[in-house]
C-alpha cells in the first residue's frame, strides 16, 4: 500500500512562482537578520527595509504551497461536493494537469465516465505532462473510468451537449488573449447537456467567467472558497 500511495503525486502548482517568491523572500530576510546595510552609488539601502518585503514574499510562498500540498485537496472536495453524483455522468475536467480533480470525480461514477484535456503547461504545474497523469490514474485504480486527451480548452473535439458534468481548477487564467478565455468558456457552455452543471475554479476573472456563462444562457452562481479562490457554479437550462 505504501509504495502505492508513493507513486501518486499531484504536484506543486505555478512552481516557479513559488520558488521566485520563496527565493527573494529568504534574500531579504537573510539581509534584515544579518543587518546588511548595502550602497548603490548614491543610494543606501538599510537592513530595516527588507523585513515588510522579505516576510510578505516568505508568506506568499507557504501559502501556494500549502495549497498545492493540502489546500487543492480540501477544493476538489467541495466542488466535487457541489455535485448531486448518481454515478452515470458523463465528466469533463478542463485543464485535467496531474489528474486531482478527474480521478475525484471517477471515484464517484458507475457506470459514467471521465475525460480530461490539457495542453501540458510545465510552468503551471511541475512535471505536468500526460505520462504522469496516466500514472496517477492507474495508481489511484480508476483506469477504466478515465481518459486523458492532449486538447486547447478553447478548441474542443466534442460534439455539442456531450457531458453531464463540467470541471476545472485554476485553469482559464492561463489562456491569452482574453477573446482565447471567451472561446474557452464558450466551448465549455456548448459542450454541456441541458440539466448539465459546471463548477469552475480560479483566483482571477471569475466575475468575467461567469458573465460569458449567463451570455451562454446558464444560471450562474459566484461563491468564495479557499481564499482567494472563487467558484463559479453554473447550470445550462432545459429548454421548454
Known amino acids: 500500500m505504501n509504495a502505492k500511495r508513493e507513486r501518486i503525486d499531484y504536484g506543486i502548482d505555478a512552481p516557479r512562482v513559488v520558488f ?4 527573494w523572500g529568504l534574500v531579504a530576510l537573510v539581509i534584515a537578520v544579518f543587518r546588511l546595510d548595502f550602497r548603490i552609488g548614491i543610494f543606501v539601502f538599510p537592513h530595516r527595509g527588507f523585513w515588510f518585503p ?11 504551497l500549502e495549497y498545492s500540498l493540502a489546500g487543492k485537496f480540501r477544493q476538489r472536495d467541495k466542488m466535487l461536493g457541489m455535485i448531486a453524483w448518481v454515478g452515470t455522468e458523463t465528466v469533463l475536467d478542463v485543464g485535467t494537469g ?12 458507475t457506470t459514467g465516465r471521465a475525460i480530461g484535456i490539457d495542453i501540458w503547461s510545465q510552468k503551471d504545474l511541475s512535471a505536468n505532462r500526460p505520462e504522469r497523469t496516466q ?13 486523458v486527451r492532449n486538447e486547447a ?16 481548477n485554476q485553469c482559464l487564467h492561463n489562456i491569452d488573449p482574453l477573446e482565447q478565455r471567451d472561446k474557452a468558456c464558450a466551448e465549455i457552455a456548448r459542450v454541456l447537456k441541458p440539466g448539465g452543471r459546471l463548477v469552475l475554479s480560479d483566483f482571477i476573472h471569475t ?18 472558497w479557499y481564499p482567494p479562490l472563487r467558484l463559479v457554479f453554473a447550470e445550462k437550462t432545459i429548454a421548454p
Do not use: W
Not at 466575475?207 to 468564495?224: E, M, N, P, S, T
Open 20 to 23: 521566485n517568491l520563496a527565493f
Open 54 to 64: 522579505g516576510v510578505i514574499l516568505t508568506a506568499q510562498a507557504i501559502i501556494m
Open 98 to 109: 496531474r489528474g486531482l480533480l478527474l480521478i475525484g470525480a471517477a471515484k464517484r461514477l
Open 135 to 147: 500514472a496517477n490514474i492507474e495508481a489511484e485504480g480508476v483506469a477504466a473510468r478515465c481518459e
Open 153 to 168: 480548452a478553447q478548441k474542443m473535439s466534442f460534439p455539442d451537449a456531450t457531458f453531464d458534468v463540467v470541471v476545472s
Open 207 to 224: 466575475k468575467h467567467y461567469a458573465d460569458q456563462f449567463r451570455k451562454a444562457g446558464l444560471r450562474v452562481k459566484l461563491i468564495g
